[in-house]
C-alpha cells in the first residue's frame, strides 16, 4: 500500500468535517465518508484493498458484501478515534491475515448468575454482562430511550418483558477460514451454535432450572477492522414452551456445572444421545406451569431414562420403580420411598396423558402438584446418577443388588 498517500488523505479528512457524516451506530458515533472524501479516492487507488471489494467478509455464522465506501468510512473513522498510521497499519495487519476472529454467544432465560467459569476448554458460562460482545455491552449502555426500543427488537428482548429476559450466556472464542469469499453460501465453517446449545439444555441439571435459550449470533472480536461498519444480526430459538420464570443459581451450583458439563461429553455419542431425551423433556417438564403438562413430560424424561431398553410390554411400571430405587436409593427405606414415589409419578403420568387431569380432587390435585415438583428433583438426580456412572448401568444386576 502507498502509506504516505493514505497517511496524507486521512490526515486532510478526519481535519475537514465535509468530508465525512458521523450517525449514531449501537450508541456510538460511527463515521461515513461523503463524495468528497481524498480517503476514498485514495482507497479507490489501493490493489490490496480493491482486490476485497465486491467479495463477502465472513463475520461468523453471517458475511457482509464489502465495498470501498466502508474500507473509507472505518480508515476515518480509525483515523479520528487513533491516528491514520495506526489505520493503516491495523488495517494491513488485518487484510494479510487467512483467518477471521470471532465471538460466539447464546443467551439464556430462565437463570440468573453471578459469576463465570468455564464449562469446556474455551467455552464460558456467566452473565451477561461479561460476555465479551461489543454489541452487547452496547446494547446494555444505552440511553434509557433507546433500551426501551431494544427491549422490543434487541438482543436482551424477550416475547414477555420482563419475564424471560436473558439472565446469562455462553460465549467461545472462534478463529476459522476462509475469511473472504465471491459470494454467498460459498463455504460452510462449522460455526454452528449447536455445541453452545446442548449447554443450554445441561443447565437444567442445574436446579433445577427452567433454562431456555434465547438470542444467538456471532461477531467479529473487539479492535477488529471494519467491524461497526459491516452488518450485524442475530437469530433466536423458537420455543413452544415460554420461560415464564427466572431463577437465581448459587455459587455451589455454578462451581458444579463444569464438572457435570465434562462428564457429559466424555459419555459414548449414542449415550449422550439417549440423555438428552430426557434431559430436553426434564427442562419442559421444568418450565410448563400447567401439572398436566408437566406431569406429561417428566413422565416421559424418567421413562426415557429407565425404560429406554424395555422391549416388554409388561410390568414395565415395576421395572420404572425398581431402576429408579436402586440407581437413587442407598439402604433399604430410601429405595422403598424412592420406589412408592415413583409409582405414584407413573399413574400420575398416566392420567395426565389418558384423561386430561392429575386428580378429581382438590386435595388430590395440590398432593400431586406436589409429587411432581419433587419429581423433576428425582428426576435431575438420576440423569446425574447415569452421567456420574459413566453410562447407563446393567438394569438387571443393578435391581438385583449387584
Known amino acids: 500500500m502507498d502509506v504516505e498517500r493514505l497517511v496524507a488523505a486521512i490526515v486532510h479528512d478526519t481535519a475537514e468535517p465535509s468530508t465525512y457524516t458521523v450517525l449514531p451506530v449501537m450508541g456510538r458515533a460511527v463515521s461515513h465518508v461523503n463524495d468528497n472524501s481524498r480517503t476514498l479516492v485514495a482507497v479507490r487507488s489501493e490493489t490490496e484493498i ?3 471489494v465486491g467479495k463477502m467478509l465472513k463475520l461468523g455464522n453471517s458475511s457482509s458484501l464489502i465495498d470501498e465506501w466502508i474500507f473509507a468510512s472505518w480508515l476515518i473513522d480509525r483515523g479520528r478515534t487513533s491516528d491514520a498510521r495506526t489505520a493503516i497499519r491495523e488495517l494491513d495487519a488485518f487484510l494479510a491475515d487467512p483467518c477471521y476472529h470471532v465471538i460466539q454467544v447464546l443467551l439464556v432465560s430462565g437463570a440468573i448468575v453471578t459469576q463465570t467459569v468455564e464449562v469446556l476448554d474455551g467455552i464460558f458460562f456467566g452473565p451477561c454482562a461479561q460476555v465479551p460482545s461489543e454489541n452487547l455491552k452496547a446494547e446494555m449502555a444505552a440511553e434509557p430511550k433507546m433500551q426501551e426500543f431494544l427491549s422490543r427488537i434487541g438482543m436482551l428482548s424477550a416475547f414477555r418483558p420482563p419475564e424471560g ?20 453460501g460459498d463455504e460452510t465453517d462449522g460455526l454452528g451454535a449447536e455445541p453452545l446449545y446442548i449447554l ?3 443447565l437444567t441439571l442445574i436446579g433445577p432450572c427452567p433454562a431456555s435459550p434465547s438470542r444467538h449470533w456471532t461477531e467479529p472480536v473487539t479492535g477488529t477492522p471494519l467491524k461497526i461498519h459491516v452488518g450485524r444480526g442475530w437469530g433466536h430459538s423458537v420455543e413452544q414452551t415460554r420461560v415464564l420464570q ?17 462428564s457429559f461429553f466424555r459419555l459414548r455419542e449414542d449415550v449422550r444421545r439417549e ?14 406451569t400447567d401439572p398436566v403438562e408437566r406431569a406429561i413430560d417428566l413422565g416421559i424424561a424418567l421413562e426415557a431414562l429407565l425404560l429406554s431398553d424395555a422391549d416388554e410390554k409388561t410390568q414395565l411400571t415395576l421395572q420404572f420403580r425398581l431402576r429408579g430405587a436402586w440407581l437413587l436409593g442407598s439402604s433399604a427405606v430410601e429405595r422403598l420411598e ?4 415413583l409409582k405414584e409419578l407413573y399413574a400420575c403420568r398416566s392420567k395426565a396423558v389418558h384423561a386430561g387431569i392429575i386428580g378429581t380432587k382438590p386435595g388430590d390435585v395440590q398432593k400431586r402438584i406436589a409429587l411432581l415438583n419433587e419429581g423433576l428433583t428425582i428426576c435431575r438426580r438420576a440423569i446425574l446418577a447415569v452421567i456420574e456412572r459413566g453410562g447407563f448401568p446393567d438394569w438387571n444386576s443393578l435391581v438385583l443388588g449387584g
Open 50 to 52: 480493491m482486490s476485497r
Open 165 to 184: 429476559r436473558p439472565g446469562c450466556a455462553f460465549w467461545r472464542a472462534v478463529t476459522a477460514a476462509p475469511k473472504w469469499l465471491d459470494a454467498v
Open 200 to 202: 443450554s439444555t445441561l
Open 246 to 262: 427466572t431463577i437465581a443459581l448459587a455459587k455451589p451450583e455454578i462451581d458444579l456445572f463444569p464438572s457435570v458439563v465434562q
Open 275 to 288: 440423555l438428552l431425551v430426557s434431559i430436553h423433556r426434564l427442562n419442559q417438564a421444568v418450565r410448563h
Open 338 to 341: 424412592l420406589s412408592n414415589k
